[in-house]
């Protein structure tokens, strides 16, 4: 695992943590907010978790495995991507983590991303959190 390619984003929502919280867990907000992908989960820790849709023109089912669950400040789970071209072992996946916390202006979302292969990859994933970020924050703020 390359535990030290951490990707971090963050973004301060004007909502209460529980309403953040079902947006995060909810498959019809997920799909408002992160490039309009259906999402399957019993949302529950050791469940599976399954991504599917089209990004950038390419089809892809990504999956994993719901790993931590406090309700209204932590979501853990497991990531694999089918379009990453790497082999579906263990060492390919990443552990997403998404923690909430409140602060004077809403709720804060933090999350990171491990195991990224390098530099460029680290970078490219904080990119991508940070559009899921931003596009949950306008999803819930309109």
């Known amino acids: 695992m390359h535990d030290t390619m951490l990707a971090t984003a963050s973004v301060t929502i004007a909502a209460p943590p529980a309403t953040v919280w079902k947006a995060l867990v909810s498959p019809e907000a997920i799909k408002q907010y992160m490039f309009g992908t259906e999402v399957t989960s019993k949302w529950k820790e050791g469940a599976p978790i399954v991504w599917t849709g ?28 089918n379009v990453s ?10 552990t997403v983590t998404m923690e909430l916390s409140e602060d ?20 490219r994933s904080e990119q991508t959190w940070k559009g899921i ?6 999803y819930l703020e309109r």
């Open 104 to 123: 004077s202006a809403g709720t804060r979302v933090a999350v990171t991303q491990d195991n990224n292969a390098n530099e460029d990859d680290r970078t």
């Open 85 to 94: 071209g790497d082999v579906d072992t263990p060492e390919n996946y990443h």
């Open 54 to 81: 089209e990004f950038q023109g390419k089809l892809y089912e990504d999956k994993g495995e719901i790993l931590r669950m406090d309700e209204g400040r932590l979501l853990q789970y497991t990531h694999y991507s």
């Open 133 to 138: 970020l931003d596009a949950l924050k306008d």
